[in-house]
């Protein structure tokens, strides 16, 4: 990285005890700030366990000067957006608006966090939102497991209570409860207040303590919570329900995260799980043991967990379990290799930048370390994992992965019977084998692997350090704040038979984003859906170069994980790597999609695992019933296809199937690379060419003499008098058909999706169709207010502009209590029926309109997403012009024309519908 993190710094205490952290950052016009309050569920006693996080919703109900619901609307008027979370040790409230409105942002926030009215009436409809979101979290296999798992690791310790509550406990929260945690915990001296921004720091100053400086409350002692007492012991725990594949998560007890401990901890968990050249996807997802495998690292100031998560089919689970065991005996026994060593090193140094890159999640990371004590802890993270070594990665994981300290929590489905207690974990976890291959250096695997979960980075304290921090002097005459919209980074285009080069200079944390595209030209049918899924999954599988673990620790030895991206008009590979390391990096993302090895076996067992993933869409209450729709909509064909395709049609599909398919989507279009990173871009560009030269096609089809490839431009579309006035049917190729599936299972809730016709990607209706989403959706939007605040409908209410090439729609989403599911979809339809009444109000918007400028100006801030807005603006768009005053068309949006888009789309007799239907209603 070229600067340490805490670089420009400005840190002051002010004389009622909040912290302020002050940072300019010139990548965006933009601003973020953070208030984190050290008050989380560690600080809750047992009869109010989740109170913090009720408190979390009753902080964007209102002050005095705000009442329910404008918070968020204001926000959204200065065109920003803001949300919260709650944690074990604090609650964090961020927000993020274009650097012109920061002062604005200051003054809500404040307000927000020190004069909450917690009104009786408002918490009583809350509450009854928390207990959605809390049936919710038990539909989720993964989070029941993880809260079972730290219940059986913990006696005593508060790690091992369910964190959002129980739903008896909340129905019987009263606003004296919730306002006397509120006093006793938001107090200036557990306040920290962190602000990210293009705007002079004595500025910034002056602003925050204008409205943080004269905040009192008196510090109140806070009981702390019983340790643990004793050393672990081995527990299991056997759960079953209404779910297609198993979840298993294992954990141990591991150190605070201060713990001097950690780094080494964190190398052991990249290591182990992070990417496809980790062990555990070399060793369990890569034969197909697993459908996925991730661990982390994660925990608070005293205590701490290391877990590791599999998903897999039940039947494997005894083999799972002697491989993991395996695994881990291995660790406590030999040093890990140079190699993977490296590999785990390069990629955690990696994150470590990416991290810092958007304005909110440094600011979040800034607050977070100033909590433990030492804001510049930050500076000291790399460098504490430079100083790990190989010796100290095999001592922590001795030290703590203790065969007699392990709990696990198995989630299988009803009919299951495969055995699991406490009795078999032991088994597992003191088998004595030695695996050597996972010892290989690298490993040599007919293989590899998919994506494994990232690891949690946390900041954490290696001692005392001097900081590094310049002293705010009183007396400096401050200044204006900074308002300025960057011009866009100019994009260097290099066109070659078959193939389009586009390269940019931007960021400064030493990394490049970089990605190889090609369109899809042919719509998946029944017959052939998933093909692509299976495709490009088998192409990660080896090179004619590499093998499956070769090609995994090539490319993760350079910086980043390779990714596919399965879209549903562009399929593309990418990774994010160090600079240093781009050209290597291109060299074999052309190889991947030039030269696969599609070996028959790691086909066949891709095939398995894809069956598996295709079948557990149904344990997901949001794809579901989404996948549901669209399969209605567009017949089960093209967009209404399962992407990861049926068990019908993902059994028909082989190895010489795999082949043609690729022949066919090499031949058919031009390439695009991508690379957005901290060089000069037109010798960047003349880099990626020399590297990427099997790419360049010498056959006929794919040649070109067009620079780039043919694309209708949207401002032509906009004038042509032969589609003035057509339909939407008429504008999109595709066309939504309307119909119903119903889908039920055992659930905690119901899920309800709709989808009705609307503006394609390449329609100019499109603008207007995102800001009615705009006004519906998201907080202090329409929708948001009326089924979810006013009516506590629901959790979860969803409403976007789904825009494809050939197609697009207004999509909505809604899950409920069961008994309530006929209630929601009335209420979501009367709803949009006001939208096809009558055009939005003024003040609404300007709002949204408010809101998309906002994001549209405030969404360059890492090289990733100036590399998506390339990506699309080339691929799906008019070109690179939309890159020059991307705000426009939103500017140029009226009341008019949403009300002509909702009239038009929201006819409820042309929706496709989606339900998830919950078995009972008790």
């Avoid at 200044?479 to 100019?490: E, F, G, K």
């Avoid at 809730?749 to 609307?758: I, K, T």
């Avoid at 502009?801 to 309530?820: C, H, K, M, N, V």
Wanted: hydrophobic share 45%.
């Amino acid at each position: 990285m070229s600067a340490t993190p805490t670089d420009g710094l400005w840190r002051e205490q002010l004389p009622n005890g909040v912290t302020l952290l002050v940072q300019r950052r010139r990548t965006a016009p933009a601003a973020a700030l953070v208030s984190h309050v050290r008050a989380g569920f560690l600080d809750e006693p047992d009869e109010l366990v989740g109170i913090s996080h009720v408190l979390e919703h009753m902080l964007f109900k209102g002050t005095p000067s705000l009442g329910p619901g404008e918070l968020a609307q204001r926000t959204k008027a200065l065109g920003g957006s803001l949300n919260a979370y709650t944690a074990y040790d604090r609650t964090v409230y961020y927000a993020s608006v274009p650097v012109r409105h920061a002062a604005g942002l200051v003054a809500l926030q404040a307000d927000q966090v020190r004069n909450a009215s917690l009104d009786a009436d408002e918490l009583g409809r809350e509450l009854g939102v928390i207990i959605q979101e809390a049936r919710r979290k038990l539909d989720s296999p993964g989070a029941v497991a993880g809260e079972m798992l730290h219940e059986l690791l913990y006696a005593s310790h508060r790690l091992r209570r369910w964190r959002i509550g129980t739903e008896a406990m909340l129905a019987h929260f009263r606003r004296d409860d919730v306002a006397t945690y509120y006093h006793s915990r938001y107090v200036p001296s557990r306040t920290i207040v962190s602000l990210v921004a293009d705007i002079e720091e004595q500025v910034a100053l002056d602003v925050l303590r204008a409205k943080w400086g004269d905040w009192v409350r008196p510090a109140v002692t806070i009981p702390a919570g019983p340790s643990e007492p004793g050393a672990a012991t081995v527990q299991a725990r056997r759960l079953t329900g209404d779910v297609v594949l198993g979840e298993v998560v294992l954990g141990w007890r591991a150190p605070g995260v201060l713990d001097a401990e950690i780094p080494a901890l964190d190398m052991a968990s990249a290591i182990l799980g992070l990417g496809r050249g980790s062990r555990f996807s070399r060793l369990l997802r890569e034969i197909g043991l697993v459908n996925s495998v991730g661990v982390g690292s994660y925990g608070v100031v005293d205590a701490g967990v290391f877990s590791i998560g599999v998903e897999l089919d039940p039947t494997r689970l005894t083999n799972v379990l002697d491989v993991i065991g395996n695994a881990i005996h291995d660790m406590t026994t030999r040093e890990p290799t140079p190699a993977e060593f490296g590999r785990a090193l390069t990629m955690l140094r990696a994150r470590l930048g990416r991290r810092l890159e958007r304005y909110e999640s440094r600011a979040i990371a800034l607050a977070d370390a100033e909590s433990f004590g030492d804001v510049t802890r930050l500076d000291r993270e790399e460098a504490d994992l430079l100083a790990v070594t190989p010796a100290m990665v095999r001592d922590v994981v001795r030290r703590w992965l203790v065969p007699d300290g392990v709990s696990a929590v198995a989630y299988l489905p009803s009919e299951s019977d495969v055995r699991f207690d406490a009795d078999v974990l032991r088994d597992a976890m003191k088998s004595a084998v030695i695996l050597s291959a996972a010892t290989a250096e690298p490993l040599r695997s007919r293989r590899t692997s998919a994506p494994s979960e990232d690891v949690w980075l946390r900041a954490r304290n290696r001692g005392p350090s001097t900081p590094a921090l310049r002293a705010f002097a009183q007396d400096d005459k401050p200044s204006s704040l900074v308002s300025r919209l960057s011009s866009r980074p100019p994009v260097h285009h290099l066109a070659l038979d078959g193939l389009d080069i586009l390269t940019a200079r931007f960021g400064e944390t030493g990394q490049t984003s970089l990605s190889c595209y090609r369109p899809r030209t042919v719509l998946a049918t029944p017959a052939t859906a998933g093909l692509a899924a299976l495709a490009i999954r088998a192409m990660l599988r080896g090179t004619l170069r590499y093998d499956a673990g070769e090609l995994a620790f090539a490319m993760e030895s350079l910086g980043g994980a390779l990714a596919p991206s399965l879209g549903a008009d562009v399929l593309g590979f990418g990774a994010t790597v160090l600079s240093e390391n781009v050209a290597k990096a291109a060299a074999i993302l052309a190889e991947v999609l030039q030269q696969p090895r599609f070996d028959p076996d790691a086909i066949a067992i891709e095939r398995g695992l894809l069956l598996d993933d295709a079948r557990a869409v149904a344990d997901d209450m949001v794809r579901f019933p989404v996948q549901l729709t669209m399969g209605v909509a567009f017949n089960d064909t093209g967009y209404g296809s399962p992407s990861l395709g049926t068990p019908e049609s993902l059994n028909a599909f082989d190895a010489a199937t795999v082949r043609e398919w690729h022949g066919d989507m090499l031949v058919g279009g031009r390439t695009t690379i991508i690379a957005v990173g901290d060089a000069d871009p037109e010798r960047l560009g003349e880099e990626l060419a020399e590297q990427v030269a099997i790419l360049t096609s010498s056959d006929p089809r794919a040649r070109s003499d067009a620079p780039s490839p043919s694309r209708v431009s949207v401002a032509a579309v906009a004038t042509d008098t032969a589609r003035e006035g057509a339909s939407l049917a008429a504008r999109n190729p595709l066309a939504i058909h309307a119909g119903s599936r119903t889908e039920h299972r055992d659930r905690k809730q119901s899920a309800l999706a709709m989808l009705f016709p609307g503006p394609s990607h390449r329609d100019p209706a499109r603008f207007a169709a995102e800001t009615w989403a705009a006004i519906a959706a998201g907080l202090g939007g329409r929708l948001f207010e009326s089924l979810r605040s006013k009516r506590s409908l629901a959790y979860t209410v969803i409403a976007n502009s789904w825009q494809r090439e050939r197609a697009g729609g207004l999509l909505t989403y809604i899950a409920t209590d069961p008994a309530r599911l006929a209630e929601a979809r009335d209420a979501m339809l009367e709803e949009l029926a006001v939208f096809r009444r009558e055009p939005p109000p003024r003040e609404e918007l300007a709002r949204a309109t408010a809101t998309l400028v906002g994001q549209v100006e405030m969404s360059r801030q890492t090289a990733g997403a100036y590399a998506g807005e390339i990506a699309d603006a080339w691929l799906l768009g008019d070109g690179l012009a939309e890159l020059d005053d991307p705000t426009a068309p939103y500017r140029a949006v009226t009341a008019e024309a949403v009300h002509a888009v909702a009239a038009e789309s929201l006819d409820p007799t042309s929706r496709a519908e989606g339900v998830v239907a919950a078995l009972t209603t008790e």
